[in-house]
Protein backbone atom coordinates (compact mmCIF):
# COMPACT_ATOMS: atom_id res chain seq x y z
CA UNK A 1 0.00 0.00 0.00
CA UNK A 2 1.74 3.57 -1.38
CA UNK A 3 2.24 6.26 1.44
CA UNK A 4 0.02 9.40 0.73
CA UNK A 5 2.79 11.66 2.01
CA UNK A 6 5.14 11.35 4.37
CA UNK A 7 3.19 12.41 7.40
CA UNK A 8 1.47 9.06 6.82
CA UNK A 9 4.87 7.36 6.62
CA UNK A 10 5.56 9.07 9.62
CA UNK A 11 1.79 8.34 11.55
CA UNK A 12 2.92 3.63 10.54
CA UNK A 13 6.24 4.17 11.93
CA UNK A 14 5.01 6.09 14.94
CA UNK A 15 2.05 3.23 15.08
CA UNK A 16 4.63 0.30 14.89
CA UNK A 17 6.98 1.49 17.97
CA UNK A 18 9.35 2.34 15.02
CA UNK A 19 9.73 6.41 16.06
CA UNK A 20 10.36 8.88 18.60
CA UNK A 21 9.25 12.51 19.14
CA UNK A 22 12.07 14.49 20.58
CA UNK A 23 10.46 17.68 21.90
CA UNK A 24 13.46 18.99 23.20
CA UNK A 25 16.16 21.59 21.32
CA UNK A 26 18.38 19.99 19.48
CA UNK A 27 20.55 22.35 17.00
CA UNK A 28 21.12 20.83 13.23
CA UNK A 29 24.25 22.15 13.47
CA UNK A 30 26.44 18.93 14.58
CA UNK A 31 24.11 18.15 17.75
CA UNK A 32 21.56 15.99 15.72
CA UNK A 33 23.76 14.06 14.00
CA UNK A 34 25.41 12.72 17.41
CA UNK A 35 22.16 11.80 18.76
CA UNK A 36 22.03 9.92 15.72
CA UNK A 37 25.18 8.38 15.72
CA UNK A 38 24.62 6.72 18.97
CA UNK A 39 20.99 5.78 18.02
CA UNK A 40 21.93 4.24 14.59
CA UNK A 41 25.08 2.23 16.26
CA UNK A 42 23.24 0.98 19.07
CA UNK A 43 21.82 -2.23 17.24
CA UNK A 44 22.92 -3.17 13.87
CA UNK A 45 19.94 -4.35 13.08
CA UNK A 46 16.04 -4.20 14.77
CA UNK A 47 13.04 -6.21 13.30
CA UNK A 48 10.90 -5.52 16.70
CA UNK A 49 10.20 -2.61 18.29
CA UNK A 50 12.76 -3.27 21.01
CA UNK A 51 15.65 -1.35 21.48
CA UNK A 52 16.54 2.09 20.96
CA UNK A 53 17.36 2.64 17.64
CA UNK A 54 14.27 4.58 16.31
CA UNK A 55 13.38 6.89 13.67
CA UNK A 56 13.55 10.33 15.38
CA UNK A 57 11.44 13.53 14.73
CA UNK A 58 13.28 16.28 15.73
CA UNK A 59 9.89 18.80 16.61
CA UNK A 60 11.80 21.89 17.98
CA UNK A 61 14.98 22.56 15.27
CA UNK A 62 14.94 26.28 15.95
CA UNK A 63 12.83 26.62 12.15
CA UNK A 64 8.99 26.24 11.60
CA UNK A 65 9.83 22.66 10.26
CA UNK A 66 10.40 19.64 11.90
CA UNK A 67 13.08 17.24 10.92
CA UNK A 68 12.70 13.26 9.92
CA UNK A 69 15.88 11.06 10.15
CA UNK A 70 16.71 7.31 10.67
CA UNK A 71 13.24 6.75 8.94
CA UNK A 72 14.86 3.76 6.99
CA UNK A 73 17.51 2.97 9.26
CA UNK A 74 16.93 -0.45 10.18
CA UNK A 75 15.63 -3.65 8.38
CA UNK A 76 11.76 -3.51 9.65
CA UNK A 77 11.76 0.40 8.92
CA UNK A 78 13.03 0.02 5.15
CA UNK A 79 10.70 -2.75 4.49
CA UNK A 80 8.02 -0.52 5.98
CA UNK A 81 9.11 2.00 3.85
CA UNK A 82 8.74 0.03 0.66
CA UNK A 83 5.13 -1.86 1.80
CA UNK A 84 7.33 -5.22 1.82
CA UNK A 85 7.00 -7.60 5.07
CA UNK A 86 10.63 -9.08 3.45
CA UNK A 87 13.20 -7.47 0.99
CA UNK A 88 13.54 -10.47 -0.81
CA UNK A 89 9.80 -9.93 -1.53
CA UNK A 90 10.41 -7.65 -3.89
CA UNK A 91 13.00 -10.13 -5.97
CA UNK A 92 10.68 -12.25 -6.08
CA UNK A 93 8.36 -10.39 -8.01
CA UNK A 94 10.68 -8.81 -10.37
CA UNK A 95 11.62 -12.24 -10.97
CA UNK A 96 8.10 -13.43 -11.36
CA UNK A 97 7.45 -10.45 -13.97
CA UNK A 98 10.75 -11.40 -16.00
CA UNK A 99 9.67 -14.84 -16.24
CA UNK A 100 6.17 -13.33 -17.83
CA UNK A 101 6.92 -11.00 -19.69
CA UNK A 102 10.15 -13.54 -21.52
CA UNK A 103 8.02 -16.65 -21.63
CA UNK A 104 6.76 -18.33 -24.91
CA UNK A 105 3.70 -16.77 -26.21
CA UNK A 106 2.44 -19.57 -28.56
CA UNK A 107 -0.66 -19.25 -29.08
CA UNK A 108 -3.64 -16.71 -28.87
CA UNK A 109 -4.74 -17.69 -25.40
CA UNK A 110 -0.93 -16.81 -23.98
CA UNK A 111 -1.15 -13.26 -25.39
CA UNK A 112 -4.24 -12.62 -24.27
CA UNK A 113 -2.94 -13.48 -21.07
CA UNK A 114 -0.73 -10.60 -20.89
CA UNK A 115 -3.10 -7.75 -21.45
CA UNK A 116 -4.05 -7.90 -17.77
CA UNK A 117 -0.18 -8.02 -16.98
CA UNK A 118 0.10 -4.91 -19.36
CA UNK A 119 -2.23 -2.77 -18.19
CA UNK A 120 -0.69 -3.55 -14.47
CA UNK A 121 2.06 -2.23 -15.91
CA UNK A 122 0.83 0.53 -17.42
CA UNK A 123 -0.44 1.78 -13.49
CA UNK A 124 2.79 1.51 -12.23
CA UNK A 125 3.78 4.41 -15.07
CA UNK A 126 3.88 8.30 -13.86
CA UNK A 127 1.24 10.44 -14.56
CA UNK A 128 2.11 14.54 -14.99
CA UNK A 129 -1.41 16.29 -13.61
CA UNK A 130 -2.39 19.63 -14.64
CA UNK A 131 -3.20 20.48 -11.13
CA UNK A 132 -1.54 22.69 -8.58
CA UNK A 133 0.26 19.95 -6.56
CA UNK A 134 0.10 19.39 -2.32
CA UNK A 135 3.54 20.06 -2.63
CA UNK A 136 2.26 23.51 -3.95
CA UNK A 137 0.57 24.75 -0.95
CA UNK A 138 2.79 27.71 0.04
CA UNK A 139 4.88 29.47 -2.21
CA UNK A 140 7.35 31.26 -1.07
CA UNK A 141 7.89 34.53 -2.62
CA UNK A 142 11.67 35.65 -1.63
CA UNK A 143 12.63 31.96 -1.08
CA UNK A 144 15.34 30.85 1.37
CA UNK A 145 16.70 27.54 2.07
CA UNK A 146 18.54 28.48 5.04
CA UNK A 147 14.51 29.01 7.21
CA UNK A 148 15.13 24.80 6.70
CA UNK A 149 16.31 23.38 9.41
CA UNK A 150 19.84 21.84 6.56
CA UNK A 151 22.07 19.84 9.09
CA UNK A 152 25.56 20.81 9.65
CA UNK A 153 26.65 16.93 10.01
CA UNK A 154 29.94 16.60 11.36
CA UNK A 155 32.96 19.13 12.37
CA UNK A 156 34.75 19.35 9.84
CA UNK A 157 31.89 19.55 6.81
CA UNK A 158 32.20 22.76 4.82
CA UNK A 159 28.95 23.45 5.83
CA UNK A 160 25.01 22.89 6.09
CA UNK A 161 24.15 20.07 3.75
CA UNK A 162 21.18 19.22 2.01
CA UNK A 163 21.48 14.97 2.38
CA UNK A 164 18.37 13.61 0.82
CA UNK A 165 17.50 15.46 -1.73
CA UNK A 166 15.79 14.39 -5.25
CA UNK A 167 17.07 15.92 -7.58
CA UNK A 168 15.55 16.13 -10.74
CA UNK A 169 17.19 16.68 -14.62
CA UNK A 170 16.55 15.65 -18.34
CA UNK A 171 18.57 15.13 -21.30
CA UNK A 172 17.95 18.48 -23.45
CA UNK A 173 18.52 16.52 -26.55
CA UNK A 174 16.23 13.28 -25.88
CA UNK A 175 14.38 14.77 -22.84
CA UNK A 176 14.77 11.74 -20.91
CA UNK A 177 14.15 12.53 -17.00
CA UNK A 178 16.61 11.19 -13.94
CA UNK A 179 16.16 11.25 -10.79
CA UNK A 180 19.58 10.64 -8.50
CA UNK A 181 20.47 11.71 -4.90
CA UNK A 182 23.55 14.00 -4.48
CA UNK A 183 24.33 16.43 -1.25
CA UNK A 184 24.09 19.95 -1.96
CA UNK A 185 26.04 22.01 0.69
CA UNK A 186 23.97 25.73 1.03
CA UNK A 187 26.19 28.60 0.49
CA UNK A 188 23.25 31.08 0.84
CA UNK A 189 19.48 31.90 0.98
CA UNK A 190 19.70 31.16 -3.26
CA UNK A 191 22.55 29.26 -3.44
CA UNK A 192 23.72 25.66 -3.20
CA UNK A 193 26.20 23.26 -4.66
CA UNK A 194 25.75 20.36 -6.66
CA UNK A 195 27.87 17.06 -6.21
CA UNK A 196 27.15 15.16 -8.93
CA UNK A 197 30.18 12.54 -9.74
CA UNK A 198 31.95 12.36 -13.20
CA UNK A 199 30.04 8.82 -13.50
CA UNK A 200 26.29 10.03 -12.90
CA UNK A 201 23.72 10.42 -15.10
CA UNK A 202 23.14 14.22 -14.09
CA UNK A 203 26.82 15.08 -14.24
CA UNK A 204 26.33 13.97 -18.12
CA UNK A 205 23.20 15.98 -18.80
CA UNK A 206 25.54 18.82 -17.24
CA UNK A 207 28.00 18.27 -19.84
CA UNK A 208 24.71 18.02 -22.60
CA UNK A 209 23.93 21.51 -21.63
CA UNK A 210 27.51 23.17 -21.15
CA UNK A 211 28.11 22.27 -25.13
CA UNK A 212 24.45 23.87 -26.00
CA UNK A 213 25.66 26.53 -24.13
CA UNK A 214 22.15 26.83 -22.29
CA UNK A 215 20.95 27.05 -18.30
CA UNK A 216 20.14 23.57 -17.04
CA UNK A 217 16.77 23.47 -15.55
CA UNK A 218 16.66 21.37 -11.94
CA UNK A 219 14.34 20.48 -9.23
CA UNK A 220 14.65 18.86 -5.91
CA UNK A 221 11.62 17.23 -3.89
CA UNK A 222 12.12 16.50 -0.48
CA UNK A 223 9.60 13.82 1.29
CA UNK A 224 6.98 12.24 0.07
CA UNK A 225 6.10 9.09 -0.11
CA UNK A 226 9.21 7.07 0.92
CA UNK A 227 9.37 5.48 -1.95
CA UNK A 228 10.46 8.37 -4.04
CA UNK A 229 13.77 8.59 -1.92
CA UNK A 230 14.48 5.02 -2.18
CA UNK A 231 14.08 5.21 -6.14
CA UNK A 232 16.75 8.29 -5.90
CA UNK A 233 19.13 5.95 -4.85
CA UNK A 234 18.64 2.75 -7.58
CA UNK A 235 21.25 2.11 -9.48
CA UNK A 236 18.93 1.84 -12.59
CA UNK A 237 19.93 1.94 -16.20
CA UNK A 238 20.66 5.62 -17.83
CA UNK A 239 16.89 5.38 -19.52
CA UNK A 240 14.97 3.69 -17.06
CA UNK A 241 12.60 6.15 -15.22
CA UNK A 242 13.23 6.18 -11.48
CA UNK A 243 9.15 6.68 -11.04
CA UNK A 244 8.23 3.71 -13.08
CA UNK A 245 10.11 1.73 -10.14
CA UNK A 246 8.44 3.76 -7.05
CA UNK A 247 5.36 2.63 -9.43
CA UNK A 248 6.18 -0.84 -9.35
CA UNK A 249 7.86 -0.76 -5.61
CA UNK A 250 4.58 1.16 -4.97
CA UNK A 251 1.82 -0.85 -6.85
CA UNK A 252 0.46 2.91 -7.84
CA UNK A 253 1.59 5.39 -10.40
CA UNK A 254 3.55 8.36 -9.17
CA UNK A 255 1.72 11.32 -10.04
CA UNK A 256 3.80 14.41 -11.02
CA UNK A 257 3.05 17.93 -11.15
CA UNK A 258 5.12 21.13 -13.17
CA UNK A 259 7.36 23.89 -11.05
CA UNK A 260 6.05 27.06 -11.31
CA UNK A 261 9.70 28.42 -12.64
CA UNK A 262 11.05 25.55 -14.20
CA UNK A 263 10.58 23.25 -16.86
CA UNK A 264 10.45 19.71 -14.54
CA UNK A 265 7.82 17.56 -13.17
CA UNK A 266 8.21 16.45 -9.72
CA UNK A 267 6.08 14.41 -7.55
CA UNK A 268 2.44 16.22 -6.61
CA UNK A 269 2.77 14.79 -2.65
CA UNK A 270 6.56 16.32 -1.95
CA UNK A 271 6.89 17.80 1.31
CA UNK A 272 8.99 20.49 -0.07
CA UNK A 273 10.32 21.68 -4.08
CA UNK A 274 13.34 23.61 -4.85
CA UNK A 275 13.37 24.74 -8.19
CA UNK A 276 16.17 26.67 -9.61
CA UNK A 277 19.02 26.00 -12.33
CA UNK A 278 22.53 25.11 -13.02
CA UNK A 279 24.24 27.75 -15.44
CA UNK A 280 27.05 25.68 -17.19
CA UNK A 281 29.03 29.34 -17.40
CA UNK A 282 29.11 29.95 -13.97
CA UNK A 283 32.44 29.41 -12.25
CA UNK A 284 32.72 26.47 -10.52
CA UNK A 285 32.25 27.00 -6.43
CA UNK A 286 34.64 24.98 -4.38
CA UNK A 287 32.19 22.74 -2.30
CA UNK A 288 33.28 20.23 0.34
CA UNK A 289 34.58 18.57 3.01
CA UNK A 290 31.92 16.41 4.05
CA UNK A 291 31.76 13.57 6.08
CA UNK A 292 30.28 10.62 3.50
CA UNK A 293 29.32 7.31 3.59
CA UNK A 294 33.14 5.72 3.68
CA UNK A 295 33.43 6.89 7.38
CA UNK A 296 36.18 9.66 5.93
CA UNK A 297 35.54 13.03 5.05
CA UNK A 298 35.37 13.62 1.13
CA UNK A 299 37.77 16.39 0.60
CA UNK A 300 36.50 19.71 -1.08
CA UNK A 301 36.48 20.13 -5.22
CA UNK A 302 35.31 22.43 -7.29
CA UNK A 303 31.69 21.57 -8.43
CA UNK A 304 28.64 23.41 -10.19
CA UNK A 305 26.73 26.12 -8.72
CA UNK A 306 22.40 25.96 -8.06
CA UNK A 307 20.37 28.53 -8.64
CA UNK A 308 16.81 28.60 -6.26
CA UNK A 309 14.47 30.47 -7.99
CA UNK A 310 11.10 29.17 -6.14
CA UNK A 311 10.74 26.83 -3.08
CA UNK A 312 7.08 25.60 -2.43
CA UNK A 313 5.68 23.31 0.21
CA UNK A 314 2.69 21.50 1.73
CA UNK A 315 1.32 22.80 4.84
CA UNK A 316 2.74 21.17 7.59
CA UNK A 317 5.71 20.44 5.80
CA UNK A 318 7.89 17.95 7.58
CA UNK A 319 12.16 18.08 6.93
CA UNK A 320 13.60 14.55 6.07
CA UNK A 321 17.45 14.46 6.67
CA UNK A 322 20.24 11.46 7.32
CA UNK A 323 23.22 11.25 7.98
CA UNK A 324 26.04 9.27 6.65
CA UNK A 325 29.71 8.58 8.54
CA UNK A 326 31.62 5.49 10.19
CA UNK A 327 29.39 2.06 9.64
CA UNK A 328 26.64 1.36 10.17
CA UNK A 329 24.19 4.65 9.67
CA UNK A 330 20.81 4.83 7.92
CA UNK A 331 22.61 4.44 4.34
CA UNK A 332 23.12 0.73 5.22
CA UNK A 333 19.65 -0.50 4.92
CA UNK A 334 18.66 1.60 2.04
CA UNK A 335 22.00 -0.46 0.64
CA UNK A 336 20.61 -3.87 1.99
CA UNK A 337 17.51 -3.03 -0.41
CA UNK A 338 19.25 -2.24 -3.15
CA UNK A 339 20.83 -5.40 -2.54
CA UNK A 340 18.30 -7.76 -2.69
CA UNK A 341 16.35 -5.81 -4.67
CA UNK A 342 18.85 -5.64 -7.85
CA UNK A 343 19.68 -9.47 -7.21
CA UNK A 344 16.80 -10.84 -9.30
CA UNK A 345 17.36 -8.37 -12.51
CA UNK A 346 21.34 -9.22 -12.36
CA UNK A 347 20.41 -12.69 -12.30
CA UNK A 348 17.28 -12.70 -15.17
CA UNK A 349 19.55 -10.55 -17.34
CA UNK A 350 23.13 -10.88 -16.30
CA UNK A 351 24.45 -13.79 -13.96
CA UNK A 352 21.83 -16.38 -14.11
CA UNK A 353 24.14 -18.94 -12.38
CA UNK A 354 24.38 -15.80 -9.31
CA UNK A 355 22.71 -17.58 -6.44
CA UNK A 356 22.88 -14.37 -3.54
CA UNK A 357 24.90 -11.53 -2.95
CA UNK A 358 25.89 -9.63 0.18
CA UNK A 359 27.27 -6.26 0.34
CA UNK A 360 28.91 -5.81 3.96
CA UNK A 361 28.10 -3.00 5.82
CA UNK A 362 31.39 -2.18 6.76
CA UNK A 363 32.75 -2.88 2.80
CA UNK A 364 30.32 0.65 2.64
CA UNK A 365 28.65 -0.50 -0.98
CA UNK A 366 31.26 -0.51 -3.21
CA UNK A 367 34.40 -1.75 -1.73
CA UNK A 368 33.37 -5.08 -0.93
CA UNK A 369 31.08 -7.78 -2.13
CA UNK A 370 30.31 -11.21 -1.85
CA UNK A 371 28.68 -13.15 -4.82
CA UNK A 372 27.71 -16.94 -4.27
CA UNK A 373 27.33 -19.09 -7.47
CA UNK A 374 26.47 -22.20 -9.42
CA UNK A 375 29.61 -23.24 -10.45
CA UNK A 376 29.39 -25.23 -13.46
CA UNK A 377 32.68 -25.13 -15.54
CA UNK A 378 36.53 -24.36 -14.60
CA UNK A 379 36.87 -20.32 -14.37
CA UNK A 380 33.49 -19.57 -13.93
CA UNK A 381 34.55 -17.48 -11.25
CA UNK A 382 36.15 -15.79 -13.40
CA UNK A 383 33.60 -15.19 -15.72
CA UNK A 384 31.28 -13.72 -13.32
CA UNK A 385 34.04 -11.35 -12.26
CA UNK A 386 34.39 -9.98 -15.65
CA UNK A 387 30.49 -9.71 -16.06
CA UNK A 388 29.59 -8.02 -12.68
CA UNK A 389 32.71 -5.22 -12.96
CA UNK A 390 30.94 -4.61 -16.76
CA UNK A 391 27.79 -3.83 -15.33
CA UNK A 392 26.30 -0.54 -14.13
CA UNK A 393 27.67 0.56 -10.72
CA UNK A 394 29.30 -2.92 -9.87
CA UNK A 395 32.20 -1.02 -11.94
CA UNK A 396 32.95 0.71 -9.12
CA UNK A 397 33.79 -2.33 -6.94
CA UNK A 398 36.61 -3.27 -5.40
CA UNK A 399 36.93 -6.26 -3.96
CA UNK A 400 34.72 -9.39 -5.38
CA UNK A 401 34.68 -12.57 -3.35
CA UNK A 402 33.10 -15.98 -5.54
CA UNK A 403 31.60 -18.68 -3.32
CA UNK A 404 30.34 -21.44 -4.58
CA UNK A 405 26.66 -22.77 -3.64
CA UNK A 406 26.51 -24.89 -0.38
CA UNK A 407 27.93 -21.58 1.51
CA UNK A 408 25.58 -18.86 2.93
CA UNK A 409 26.70 -14.99 1.75
CA UNK A 410 25.59 -13.76 5.17
CA UNK A 411 27.48 -15.73 7.06
CA UNK A 412 30.66 -13.96 7.66
CA UNK A 413 31.99 -17.36 9.18
CA UNK A 414 31.06 -19.40 6.58
CA UNK A 415 32.78 -16.89 4.15
CA UNK A 416 35.92 -16.92 5.80
CA UNK A 417 36.27 -20.83 5.63
CA UNK A 418 35.59 -20.95 2.62
CA UNK A 419 38.40 -18.45 2.21
CA UNK A 420 40.87 -20.61 3.50
CA UNK A 421 39.74 -23.83 2.39
CA UNK A 422 39.29 -22.69 -0.96
CA UNK A 423 41.82 -20.11 -2.14
CA UNK A 424 45.57 -20.68 -2.78
CA UNK A 425 46.80 -17.03 -3.02
CA UNK A 426 49.07 -17.72 -5.54
CA UNK A 427 46.90 -18.72 -8.03
CA UNK A 428 43.14 -17.64 -6.81
CA UNK A 429 43.35 -14.23 -6.66
CA UNK A 430 42.78 -11.89 -9.29
CA UNK A 431 43.48 -7.85 -10.20
CA UNK A 432 42.88 -5.75 -12.43
CA UNK A 433 42.32 -2.59 -12.51
CA UNK A 434 39.88 0.18 -13.56
CA UNK A 435 36.94 2.70 -12.66
CA UNK A 436 36.45 3.73 -9.47
CA UNK A 437 34.25 5.16 -7.23
CA UNK A 438 35.35 9.33 -6.54
CA UNK A 439 35.28 9.07 -3.06
CA UNK A 440 37.74 6.08 -2.98
CA UNK A 441 40.67 7.56 -1.48
CA UNK A 442 42.75 4.82 -1.42
CA UNK A 443 43.84 4.81 -5.32
CA UNK A 444 46.90 6.49 -6.68
CA UNK A 445 45.18 8.18 -9.40
CA UNK A 446 41.67 9.98 -8.93
CA UNK A 447 38.77 7.52 -9.41
CA UNK A 448 41.04 5.28 -11.26
CA UNK A 449 42.40 2.32 -9.18
CA UNK A 450 43.30 -1.46 -8.38
CA UNK A 451 40.38 -4.48 -8.02
CA UNK A 452 41.02 -7.67 -6.58
CA UNK A 453 38.63 -10.88 -7.22
CA UNK A 454 39.07 -13.73 -4.60
CA UNK A 455 37.82 -17.19 -6.33
CA UNK A 456 36.96 -18.97 -2.94
CA UNK A 457 34.65 -21.58 -4.89
CA UNK A 458 35.23 -24.92 -4.49
CA UNK A 459 37.82 -25.92 -7.40
CA UNK A 460 37.96 -28.41 -10.19
CA UNK A 461 41.21 -30.48 -10.95
CA UNK A 462 42.02 -28.14 -13.86
CA UNK A 463 42.14 -25.31 -11.42
CA UNK A 464 44.59 -26.65 -8.87
CA UNK A 465 48.14 -25.83 -9.46
CA UNK A 466 49.26 -25.84 -5.70
CA UNK A 467 48.90 -29.03 -4.28
CA UNK A 468 49.75 -28.46 -0.56
CA UNK A 469 47.73 -25.07 -0.59
CA UNK A 470 46.16 -26.36 2.40
CA UNK A 471 49.13 -28.17 3.76
CA UNK A 472 47.69 -28.05 7.47
CA UNK A 473 44.59 -27.50 9.08
CA UNK A 474 44.77 -23.54 10.03
CA UNK A 475 44.01 -24.34 13.43
CA UNK A 476 46.66 -25.90 15.08
CA UNK A 477 49.04 -23.07 13.77
CA UNK A 478 48.63 -21.18 17.13
CA UNK A 479 51.24 -18.03 16.38
CA UNK A 480 52.99 -16.67 19.94
CA UNK A 481 52.24 -13.22 20.79
CA UNK A 482 54.91 -13.59 23.36
CA UNK A 483 57.43 -13.77 20.17
CA UNK A 484 56.24 -11.21 17.98
CA UNK A 485 56.27 -8.52 20.58
CA UNK A 486 60.24 -9.17 21.02
CA UNK A 487 60.83 -9.31 17.97
CA UNK A 488 58.70 -7.10 16.01
CA UNK A 489 58.49 -3.85 17.99
CA UNK A 490 56.30 -2.29 15.11
CA UNK A 491 53.46 -4.17 15.96
CA UNK A 492 51.45 -2.66 18.53
CA UNK A 493 48.46 -5.32 18.27
CA UNK A 494 47.90 -9.01 16.69
CA UNK A 495 44.65 -11.06 16.97
CA UNK A 496 45.12 -14.78 15.93
CA UNK A 497 41.95 -15.98 17.22
CA UNK A 498 40.10 -16.46 13.39
CA UNK A 499 42.58 -19.07 13.91
CA UNK A 500 40.61 -21.35 16.46
CA UNK A 501 37.59 -20.94 13.72
CA UNK A 502 39.42 -22.68 11.00
CA UNK A 503 39.79 -19.13 9.12
CA UNK A 504 43.58 -19.17 8.45
CA UNK A 505 43.74 -15.11 8.78
CA UNK A 506 45.67 -12.87 11.01
CA UNK A 507 45.21 -9.17 12.11
CA UNK A 508 48.25 -7.16 13.32
CA UNK A 509 48.66 -3.62 14.23
CA UNK A 510 51.22 -1.80 12.94
CA UNK A 511 53.10 1.40 13.67
CA UNK A 512 54.62 2.02 9.96
CA UNK A 513 57.72 4.04 10.19
CA UNK A 514 59.87 3.56 6.62
CA UNK A 515 59.33 3.31 3.01
CA UNK A 516 58.43 -0.72 2.16
CA UNK A 517 57.73 -1.24 5.55
CA UNK A 518 54.88 -3.40 5.65
CA UNK A 519 56.25 -5.50 2.37
CA UNK A 520 59.44 -6.21 4.22
CA UNK A 521 57.16 -7.12 7.75
CA UNK A 522 55.33 -9.42 5.38
CA UNK A 523 58.00 -11.23 4.09
CA UNK A 524 59.70 -11.66 7.49
CA UNK A 525 56.46 -12.86 9.00
CA UNK A 526 55.60 -15.33 6.57
CA UNK A 527 59.16 -16.59 6.94
CA UNK A 528 58.19 -17.45 10.48
CA UNK A 529 57.57 -21.19 11.24
CA UNK A 530 54.36 -20.00 13.24
CA UNK A 531 53.04 -18.62 10.01
CA UNK A 532 54.06 -22.05 7.97
CA UNK A 533 49.98 -22.05 7.21
CA UNK A 534 48.68 -18.88 7.79
CA UNK A 535 46.94 -17.97 4.43
CA UNK A 536 46.40 -14.56 5.19
CA UNK A 537 47.20 -10.78 7.19
CA UNK A 538 45.63 -7.59 6.93
CA UNK A 539 48.12 -4.96 8.33
CA UNK A 540 45.97 -1.53 9.52
CA UNK A 541 47.65 1.25 11.52
CA UNK A 542 48.74 1.11 15.27
CA UNK A 543 45.40 2.89 16.52
CA UNK A 544 43.26 0.43 15.48
CA UNK A 545 43.07 -2.70 17.59
CA UNK A 546 43.51 -5.62 15.73
CA UNK A 547 40.91 -6.95 17.90
CA UNK A 548 38.34 -5.09 16.40
CA UNK A 549 37.43 -7.27 13.52
CA UNK A 550 34.67 -5.05 12.03
CA UNK A 551 36.80 -2.19 12.14
CA UNK A 552 39.90 -4.08 10.72
CA UNK A 553 37.70 -5.03 7.76
CA UNK A 554 36.14 -1.48 7.07
CA UNK A 555 39.80 0.66 7.58
CA UNK A 556 41.18 -2.69 4.92
CA UNK A 557 38.74 -2.19 2.48
CA UNK A 558 39.07 1.63 2.53
CA UNK A 559 42.60 1.96 2.59
CA UNK A 560 43.58 -0.69 0.22
CA UNK A 561 44.37 -0.39 -3.97
CA UNK A 562 44.40 -4.24 -4.09
CA UNK A 563 46.70 -4.23 -7.11
CA UNK A 564 49.13 -2.14 -4.94
CA UNK A 565 49.23 -3.07 -1.77
CA UNK A 566 48.65 -6.99 -2.13
CA UNK A 567 51.95 -9.15 -1.00
CA UNK A 568 51.76 -12.61 -2.40
CA UNK A 569 54.87 -14.76 -1.11
CA UNK A 570 54.95 -18.04 -3.05
CA UNK A 571 54.51 -21.66 -1.35
CA UNK A 572 58.06 -22.94 -0.15
CA UNK A 573 59.48 -26.02 -2.13
CA UNK A 574 62.19 -28.30 -1.22
CA UNK A 575 64.63 -29.83 -3.11
CA UNK A 576 62.01 -32.11 -5.51
CA UNK A 577 60.53 -28.45 -6.57
CA UNK A 578 57.17 -29.77 -4.30
CA UNK A 579 55.26 -27.46 -2.20
CA UNK A 580 56.03 -28.02 1.25
CA UNK A 581 53.73 -25.56 2.60
CA UNK A 582 50.58 -23.17 1.37
CA UNK A 583 51.17 -19.67 -0.30
CA UNK A 584 50.37 -16.53 1.74
CA UNK A 585 49.38 -12.94 1.32
CA UNK A 586 49.47 -9.74 3.10
CA UNK A 587 47.03 -7.06 2.75
CA UNK A 588 48.59 -3.64 3.45
CA UNK A 589 45.59 -1.67 4.76
CA UNK A 590 47.38 1.26 6.40
CA UNK A 591 46.94 5.38 5.68
CA UNK A 592 49.66 5.67 2.55
CA UNK A 593 52.07 8.57 2.49
CA UNK A 594 54.22 10.63 0.54
CA UNK A 595 57.02 9.76 2.74
CA UNK A 596 56.44 5.80 2.97
CA UNK A 597 54.35 5.37 0.11
CA UNK A 598 55.06 7.61 -2.23
CA UNK A 599 51.24 8.20 -2.25
CA UNK A 600 50.40 11.66 -3.26
CA UNK A 601 47.06 12.30 -3.06
CA UNK A 602 45.71 13.88 0.30
CA UNK A 603 44.58 10.97 2.84
CA UNK A 604 41.36 12.48 4.26
CA UNK A 605 40.53 12.40 8.30
CA UNK A 606 37.75 9.76 9.62
CA UNK A 607 34.34 11.14 10.72
CA UNK A 608 34.21 11.59 14.84
CA UNK A 609 31.99 14.39 16.35
CA UNK A 610 33.49 17.25 18.49
CA UNK A 611 34.10 16.79 22.19
CA UNK A 612 32.20 20.08 22.95
CA UNK A 613 28.94 18.02 21.10
CA UNK A 614 29.44 14.84 23.14
CA UNK A 615 29.75 16.61 26.30
CA UNK A 616 26.33 18.90 24.82
CA UNK A 617 24.69 15.57 24.24
CA UNK A 618 25.13 13.61 27.07
CA UNK A 619 24.00 16.97 29.16
CA UNK A 620 20.80 16.81 27.34
CA UNK A 621 20.02 13.22 26.59
CA UNK A 622 17.70 12.30 29.71
CA UNK A 623 15.63 14.97 27.80
CA UNK A 624 15.08 13.52 24.93
CA UNK A 625 12.59 10.74 25.51
CA UNK A 626 15.25 8.08 24.28
CA UNK A 627 16.09 5.75 26.83
CA UNK A 628 19.07 4.93 28.87
CA UNK A 629 21.70 7.04 27.87
CA UNK A 630 23.90 5.81 25.04
CA UNK A 631 27.87 6.25 24.78
CA UNK A 632 28.59 8.42 21.92
CA UNK A 633 30.77 6.02 19.47
CA UNK A 634 33.15 8.93 18.85
CA UNK A 635 34.56 8.34 22.17
CA UNK A 636 36.40 5.17 20.57
CA UNK A 637 37.12 7.01 16.67
CA UNK A 638 38.70 9.90 18.23
CA UNK A 639 41.02 8.10 19.50
CA UNK A 640 41.96 6.92 15.85
CA UNK A 641 41.72 10.67 14.36
CA UNK A 642 44.38 11.96 12.53
CA UNK A 643 46.51 15.07 13.10
CA UNK A 644 44.77 17.87 10.86
CA UNK A 645 41.08 18.22 10.09
CA UNK A 646 39.32 17.07 7.14
CA UNK A 647 42.69 16.35 5.66
CA UNK A 648 44.98 14.25 7.89
CA UNK A 649 48.72 16.05 8.03
Known amino acids: MPFRNLQQFIDKLEASGELVRIKEFVNPDLEISEVVDRISKSESSSNSSSGPNKALLFENTGTPFPLLINSMGSYKRICIALGVNNLDDI ?12 GPKEGIMD ?20 AKGECQQIVLQDPDITKFPVMKCWPEDGGRFITLPIIHTKDPNTGIRNVGMYRMQVFGPKLTGMHWHKHKVSAGHFNAYKKLGIKMPVAVALGGDPVYTYAATAPLPPNVDEYM ?41 W ?8 GYYSLADWYPK ?12 V ?26 PIKM ?30 GHAQKVMNAMWGAGQMMFNKILIVVSEDINTHSYTQVAQALTANVDPASDIYFSQGPMDVLDHSCSKFAFGGKMCIDATEKLPEEVFNSKSNVQDPT ?7 KLSNSFSEISSLNTSLLEKGISAVFISVQKSRPNHIRELNSRLFALPEFNTVKFIIYVETNVDANDTADVIWRFANNIDPRRDSYIIPASKNSSGEAVSCSHIGFDGTRKTKEFDNFDRPWPNIICSDEATIKRIDEIWDKLGLGPKLPSPSLKYRKQLYKGGAVAS
Open 306 to 317: FHITCITHKKNA
Open 91 to 102: AKDIGDLFKKLS
Open 476 to 482: TSKVPTF
Open 245 to 285: LAGFLRKKKVELVKCLTQDIQVPSDADIIIEGYVDPADELI
Open 287 to 294: EGPFGDHT
Open 349 to 378: TLLPEILDMELPIEGVFHNLTIVKIKKEYP
Open 319 to 344: YPSTIVGIPPEEDAWIGKATERIFLA
Open 111 to 130: KLQMLPMLAEISSWMPKTSS
